[in-house]
């Protein structure tokens, strides 16, 4: 007599096995060859995603990408230039307001008011080790921006327009 418990193995007695009365035909609803092939399969996405492991050996470093009036989101540092075209080459690294991170941005897209200084445009802001290498930021860091940009975006008028910037004094 042929039992299956449900999890695709058949208990059979060494008498039935003898008179070939238990295949091992059903896998929860499968024939034993698609069992096999499903094994197969699952082995090959298994391999697959090691296989990514490897190419992914660290994590990426993780920047806060900024524009007034709009949330912050997370991007890579291979996206950075995307974001920023000046990023490594032109841009303006300075301390990020009460955050204690650096913040990058386009110089072409800062204007003052008398002392005050103002961002009307995108920037990131990260961390920077001792050597000056990029560092990827906190969940810590993120709230902390966060915050900043809420005591610092304003709305100015330019024209009879209102736009967002961030007050960076």
């Known amino acids: 007599?042929?039992?299956?418990?449900?999890?695709?193995?058949?208990?059979?007695?060494?008498?039935d096995n003898?008179?070939?009365?238990?295949?091992?035909?059903?896998?929860?609803?499968?024939?034993?060859?698609d069992f096999q092939e499903a094994v197969k399969v699952l082995g090959a996405i298994c391999d697959m995603l090691e296989d990514e492991e490897d190419i992914y050996?660290?994590?990426?470093?993780?920047?806060?990408?900024?524009?007034?009036?709009?949330?912050?989101i997370l991007i890579t540092e291979d996206e950075a230039?995307?974001?920023?075209?000046?990023?490594?080459e032109d841009d303006v690294i300075e301390e990020a307001p009460?955050?204690?991170?650096?913040?990058?941005?386009?110089?072409?897209?800062?204007?003052?008011?008398?002392?005050?200084k103002y961002l009307d445009g995108p920037a990131l802001i990260y961390d920077l080790d001792d050597e000056g290498d990029v560092m990827p930021v906190t969940a810590?860091?993120?709230?902390?921006?966060?915050?900043?940009?809420?005591?610092?975006?304003?709305?100015?008028t330019e024209e009879g327009e209102k736009m967002p910037v961030i007050s960076l004094n």
């Open 1 to 15: 007599m042929c039992y299956r418990n449900g999890y695709g193995c058949c208990s059979c007695s060494q008498e």
């Open 140 to 156: 810590e860091d993120i709230f902390r921006v966060q915050q900043m940009l809420k005591r610092r975006t304003m709305m100015v």
């Open 57 to 72: 050996e660290e994590e990426p470093i993780l920047m806060i990408a900024v524009t007034p009036g709009k949330p912050p």
């Open 18 to 33: 003898k008179n070939k009365k238990c295949e091992k035909e059903n896998y929860k609803g499968m024939t034993h060859q």
């Open 98 to 116: 009460d955050v204690e991170l650096v913040m990058s941005y386009d110089r072409r897209l800062l204007f003052t008011v008398g002392d005050q």
């Open 81 to 88: 230039e995307e974001f920023l075209p000046c990023f490594g």
